[in-house]
């Protein structure tokens, strides 16, 4: 990865950018497999599976006009528990909006760039309106969570 020859790009923000395209990665990569799970909420899925791709590809431009090269997703991720229900399909779900919360937290605190960081936000707060959305379809209360993308102690 090149980073240094943008000045205006410091590492540590070109670094939280590619751990938020990581994220991305993973989450269009998981709404994928859950698709067989949850024929029911078909929409929600599609809606999901298409905001994070186009995230992860606005990502990959960012990090190119940085003078870094996107790191590539990985072959497959690994769900926190075996994905073979409706209810694991969903906690998937649910585990990496949290994931992307996160990642894109972690923009915002590395980065200057008043654009990234809103672009950042953005990501944050839809990936946190999704992450409720799941945890209300799964009955968990409550179900938003305060300050999303901080570890809840």
């Known amino acids: 990865m090149n980073q240094s020859n943008t000045p205006s790009s410091a590492p540590s923000s ?5 751990e938020a395209l990581a994220a991305e990665h993973a989450a269009v990569w998981t709404y994928g497999l859950v698709s067989a799970f949850i024929d029911d ?9 298409n905001a994070h ?37 969903i906690a998937a779900l649910i585990a990496v909006e949290t994931d992307a919360c996160a990642a894109w937290r972690g923009v915002m605190e ?3 760039d008043q654009p990234q960081r809103k672009s950042a936000l953005d990501a944050l707060t839809q990936s946190a309106i999704r992450a409720t959305r799941w945890r209300k379809t799964a009955g968990i209360t409550p179900a ?6 901080t570890a809840v102690g």
């Not at 938003?144 to 993308?149: D, E, N, R």
């Open 110 to 112: 590395r980065t200057d």
């Open 144 to 149: 938003a969570t305060p300050l999303p993308g």
């Open 41 to 49: 909420q078909a929409p929600a899925v599609a809606e999901g599976a």
């Open 14 to 18: 070109v670094d939280a950018l590619q």
């Open 53 to 89: 791709r186009a995230r992860r590809d606005t990502t990959e431009r960012a990090l190119r006009d940085a003078g870094a090269q996107p790191r590539p997703p990985a072959p497959a991720y690994l769900p926190p528990q075996p994905v073979d229900s409706a209810t694991s399909a």
